[in-house]
T-cell receptor, first 118, second 114 residues
């Protein structure tokens, strides 16, 4: 299992450009998430998905869009990039079904994409 | 929504001493509290978690305690070692078995002095 993979690892964008951050997981997890981490801060939830075709907004969705056409992939789209979107972006996933005797399953994180908007 | 406060922002301890990081949360419906360790330039990794039906959980040198009444939980690391140096994040979720994401604290930079 590769786990959660993200591409690219690094990217520099000019203001107003657009791009898609890719996220793929091979653990057959239903739930997937996008977080952003600003320098010296914790992670903030951008969007999440409970399964193919279903997405919902998190705490900081403005300026982003997502889609979930398959269980494995959960791309994050930035339209009209702004300097405020300079951050490290982490994708995560977890199983819908808790392990035995547990109520909640661990979220597994990808390696992150470091994005700079100039 | 949920709000998680974490203290201190930086903690420096001598190797072999104990370290304690504290978090408070605002939503009484939260029932899951994980702790993540993040090394420089790496992804967050779960080190321990606790659910609201448990007051304390221990895994070797790491322990977490939860006080639901006061809405706070703490991470305890004993016999600290150089490899414990990292940023630690607490988080909370009110979704139990649902899909909602985690609300994170701002992190504690733990420095282990040799």
């Amino acid at each position: 299992n590769a786990g959660v993979t993200q591409t690219p690892k690094f990217r520099i964008l000019k203001i107003g450009q657009s791009m898609t951050l890719q996220c793929t997981q091979d653990m057959n997890h239903n739930y997937m998430y996008w977080y952003r981490q600003d320098p010296g801060m914790g992670l903030k939830l951008i969007y999440y998905s409970v399964g193919a075709g279903i997405t919902d907004k998190g705490e900081v969705p403005n300026g982003y869009n997502v889609s979930r056409s398959t269980t494995e992939d959960f791309p994050l789209r930035l339209e009209l990039a702004a300097p405020s979107q300079t951050s490290v972006y982490f994708c995560a996933s977890r199983s819908r079904n808790p392990r035995r005797y547990q109520l909640y399953n661990e979220q597994f994180f990808g390696p992150g994409t470091r994005l700079t908007v100039l | 929504g949920e709000n998680v406060e974490q203290h201190p922002s930086t903690l420096s301890v001598q190797e072999g001493d104990s370290a304690v990081i504290k978090c408070t949360y605002s939503d009484s419906a939260s029932n899951y509290f994980p702790w993540y360790k993040q090394e420089l330039g790496k992804r967050p990794q779960l080190i321990i978690d606790i659910r609201s039906n448990v007051g304390e959980k221990k895994d070797q040198r790491i322990a977490v305690t939860l006080n639901k009444t006061a809405k706070h939980f703490s991470l305890h690391i004993t016999e600290t070692q150089p490899e414990d140096s990292a940023v630690y994040f607490c988080a909370a979720s009110d979704s139990g078995g649902g899909a909602d994401g985690l609300t994170f604290g701002k992190g504690t930079h733990l420095i282990i002095q040799p």
